[in-house]
């Protein structure tokens, strides 16, 4: 099984989880609900891990891996807020059936208001914290899901969040605004389908999918505390399994987002972040944002630097 009741009983019974990418094509024979990506479905609905936030930042000394102009770049950052556990990948009915001589496939978009609601919550309390602007996105055009969501977004904004900038947006028009000017972006909150695919286009206009971090936050409990999951947004990547040449800095920075969110260590989180940038700015690379000429890093090669720069800023 993917997901089996002690691993259940770990993660509930632990401050916080670190999560590492799963899947790969030996098991694409494998039923669906057999596969890894059913474990993980399976994590965040137990958990209610219901909000997914997808950081997308740039650092100045990579902005010549993205395909995007240095200048359209330079100073990015944009946090996505993704409703994880409702939405097109869990509502009912699902699959594939006969109907008048030929397959017929069914997936259903399904949202609650409350699903809606605690994760906007999330999302303008964060805006809150940050630049102020909030951008919600839908397709309230086509889908009444769309409508439901523009629906409560706007009634929130009017009752509790009228000093944040609240846009709403069609999701169409946001992957294009990702790439035509991101920097107009501060924070995104969208359902679960469209977060999934904003984000790994976030991911790329920073440069590389092998260097950001994410959460995924439950309900608060007694104390206002949020169980959590962390992972990089990247996925397994089983074609380099073994070979010590991964990027290791997505797992290190979804760790730094461990200790400021989880564990009341903000300072430490801020530090790790500081030396992953402090290296970078060193000119020091794994493969998948190597310089056309320079010899890249070792996954371990990159850890053993960054836990010397670590050293060094704690001394100082």
Same mark, same amino acid.
């Given at each position: 099984?993917?997901?089996? *009741?002690?691993?259940?009983?770990?993660?509930?019974?632990? =401050? +916080?989880?670190?999560?590492?990418?799963?899947?790969?094509?030996?098991?694409?024979?494998?039923?669906?609900?057999?596969?890894?990506? +059913?474990? &993980?479905?399976?994590?965040?609905?137990? &958990?209610?891990?219901? *909000?997914?936030?997808?950081?997308?930042?740039?650092?100045?000394?990579?902005?010549?891996?993205?395909?995007?102009?240095?200048?359209?770049? $330079?100073?990015?950052? #944009?946090?996505?807020?993704?409703?994880?556990?409702?939405?097109?990948?869990?509502?009912?009915?699902? %699959?594939?059936?006969?109907?008048?001589?030929?397959?017929?496939?069914?997936?259903?978009? $399904?949202?609650?208001?409350?699903?809606?609601?605690?994760?906007?919550?999330?999302?303008?309390?964060?805006?809150?914290?940050?630049?102020?602007?909030?951008?919600?996105? =839908?397709?309230?055009?086509?889908?009444?899901?769309? #409508?439901?969501?523009?629906?409560?977004?706007?009634?929130?904004?009017?009752?509790?969040?009228?000093? #944040?900038?609240?846009?709403?947006?069609?999701?169409?028009?946001?992957?294009?605004?990702?790439?035509?000017?991101?920097?107009?972006?501060?924070?995104?909150?969208? =359902? /679960?389908?469209?977060? =999934?695919?904003?984000?790994?286009?976030?991911?790329?206009?920073?440069?590389?999918?092998?260097?950001?971090?994410? *959460?995924?936050?439950?309900?608060?409990?007694? /104390? %206002?505390?949020?169980?959590?999951?962390?992972?990089?947004?990247?996925?397994?990547?089983?074609?380099?399994?073994?070979?010590?040449?991964?990027?290791?800095?997505?797992?290190?920075?979804?760790?730094?987002?461990?200790?400021?969110?989880?564990?009341?260590?903000?300072?430490?989180?801020?530090?790790?972040?500081?030396?992953?940038? *402090?290296?970078?700015? /060193?000119? &020091?690379?794994?493969?998948?944002?190597?310089?056309?000429? $320079?010899?890249?890093?070792?996954?371990?090669?990159?850890?053993?630097? &960054?836990?010397? $720069?670590?050293?060094?800023?704690?001394?100082?």
């Amino acid at each position: 099984t993917p997901w089996a *009741a002690e691993t259940i009983r770990k993660a509930k019974d632990a =401050d +916080a989880v670190l999560l590492g990418a799963v899947g790969g094509p030996k098991f694409d024979n494998l039923s669906r609900d057999m596969r890894p990506e +059913a474990g &993980l479905l399976n994590l965040r609905k137990e &958990l209610d891990l219901f *909000a997914n936030l997808r950081p997308a930042t740039t650092f100045d000394s990579l902005l010549e891996a993205s395909s995007l102009k240095a200048e359209v770049i $330079k100073g990015l950052d #944009i946090l996505i807020v993704r409703e994880l556990t409702s939405g097109i990948y869990f509502g009912q009915p699902r %699959g594939i059936n006969n109907e008048e001589n030929e397959r017929v496939a069914v997936d259903t978009q $399904k949202y609650k208001e409350h699903e809606i609601s605690r994760v906007a919550e999330i999302a303008f309390e964060l805006a809150q914290k940050r630049g102020g602007v909030l951008h919600s996105v =839908d397709k309230e055009n086509v889908m009444a899901t769309g #409508i439901l969501w523009r629906d409560v977004l706007t009634k929130l904004h009017r009752d509790k969040y009228k000093h #944040i900038q609240l846009h709403h947006m069609y999701v169409d028009n946001c992957a294009m605004q990702l790439v035509r000017e991101p920097k107009q972006f501060d924070v995104i909150v969208t =359902d /679960n389908m469209f977060g =999934d695919i904003l984000s790994d286009c976030a991911s790329m206009v920073t440069g590389s999918l092998g260097m950001l971090p994410s *959460a995924s936050l439950g309900a608060p409990d007694q /104390n %206002g505390r949020r169980f959590a999951v962390y992972e990089p947004v990247h996925g397994s990547a089983p074609d380099i399994a073994g070979m010590n040449v991964a990027n290791p800095l997505a797992a290190i920075l979804s760790f730094a987002l461990m200790l400021e969110h989880s564990l009341d260590m903000a300072d430490d989180g801020s530090l790790i972040r500081r030396a992953v940038r *402090a290296v970078l700015d /060193n000119g &020091l690379r794994t493969a998948d944002i190597n310089e056309l000429g $320079k010899e890249p890093l070792s996954t371990s090669a990159m850890g053993d630097a &960054l836990l010397e $720069k670590l050293k060094r800023m704690d001394e100082e």
